[in-house]
């Protein structure tokens, strides 16, 4: 059975960091390509990171410079660094795995909240 579990979500200021995870069982994310999507409320989900099995990495213009996506593979554990946040990078943060830049895969995490005070 695959589980991905996120944690790392919180209230920070605007110009703050935060730094959320992705624990896998069940999965191989070395193997896989990951993926961290988030859905504010009013707005449709959106991708804002994704690493390939190759671990090449890339963000959408919105978070580029800002968030930078991570593996760490003896832990099968994924992360999302995010730095310079905003009041408009509130939302629920999910993990993914089995995806693509253009479709979401399989397997979703939880979520987390992420909010961002002005």
């Known amino acids: 059975q695959v589980q991905l579990v996120e944690s790392g979500g919180g209230l920070v200021q605007a110009g703050g960091s935060l730094r959320l995870s992705c624990a896998a069982s069940?999965?191989?994310?070395?193997?896989?390509?990951v993926a961290w999507y988030r859905h504010a409320p009013g707005k449709q989900r959106e991708l804002v990171a994704l690493i390939d099995k190759y671990d090449a990495a890339n963000s959408p213009d919105v978070v580029k410079g800002r968030f930078t996506i991570s593996r760490d593979n003896a832990n099968n554990t994924a992360y999302l660094q995010m730095n310079d946040l905003t009041p408009e990078d509130t939302a629920v943060y999910y993990c993914?795995?089995?995806?693509?830049?253009?479709?979401?895969?399989?397997?979703w995490g939880q979520g987390t909240h992420v909010t961002v005070s002005s």
């Open positions: 069940g999965i191989s994310f070395s193997d896989n390509n």
């Open positions: 993914n795995t089995l995806g693509t830049w253009t479709h979401a895969g399989t397997y």
